[in-house]
T-cell receptor
């Protein structure tokens, strides 16, 4: 069974500073990987995804993530955070095999941005 | 633009009552999902459907049911609401064919309170 760990429940960064949100997964093969963002009172919006190919993935809003197979990680990064990035971020892993389209979500990291 | 909508956005009900949450998508996606979101648990899968007349149980399906009579709708029914079902409920859909994992698009959520 697959699993996802987001070790940081809450992160605070200053506006303009760089950001890295950690995500570690457990899966027997190369998984599908996703990062979603959730603003208060809203649904989840896809930031980026990794299915195959280049392990550095570019997403919306200036975010990127790098798939590192050796570390079972898919960390999300942004070089300069804006106040509007304050939200909760979810990493998710999807299975490649079988007829069950199972996507497992992490417990989320809440990002606070201070001026 | 295609979208996924949920209604109602907020619902307060009493223990023991039957409650139905609506989900409607105009993406023409085959696959639809219901999740619940609780603090410390991230998103947990309740039920999912790969097409009309197809429904499957997720990891937390006890006390919930779904039916899929058309492509656009997947209503979630709580047969006899319990306080433990107080949560935020999200509907999602994806295009993945034959159960293949694909990006899930989320609705705005329904906040349900069971008193």
């Amino acid at each position: 069974a697959q699993s996802v760990t987001q070790p940081d429940i809450h992160i605070t960064v200053s506006e303009g500073a760089s950001l890295e949100l950690r995500c570690n997964y457990s899966y027997g093969a190369t998984p599908y990987l996703f990062w979603y963002v959730q603003s208060p009172g809203q649904g989840l919006q896809l930031l980026l995804k990794y299915f195959s190919g280049d392990t550095l993935v570019q997403g919306i809003k200036g975010f990127e993530a790098e798939f590192k197979r050796s570390q079972s990680s898919f960390n999300l990064r942004k070089p300069s955070v804006h106040w509007s990035d304050a939200a909760e971020y979810f990493c998710a892993v999807g299975a490649r095999a079988g007829g069950y389209q199972k996507v497992t979500f992490g417990t989320g990291t809440k990002l606070q941005v201070i001026p | 633009d295609a979208e996924i909508t949920q209604s109602p956005r907020h619902k307060i009900t009493e223990t023991g009552r039957q409650v139905t949450l609506a989900c409607h998508q105009t993406w023409n996606h085959n696959n639809m999902f219901w999740y619940r979101q609780d603090l410390g648990h991230g998103l947990r899968l309740i039920h999912y459907s790969y097409g009309v007349q197809d429904t499957n149980k997720g990891e937390v399906s006890d006390g919930y049911s779904v039916s899929r009579s058309n492509t656009e709708d997947l209503p979630l029914t709580l047969e006899s609401a319990a306080s433990s079902q107080t949560s935020v409920y999200f509907c999602a859909s994806s295009a993945g064919l034959a159960g293949r994992t694909d990006t899930q698009y989320f609705g705005p959520g329904t906040r349900l309170t069971v008193l």
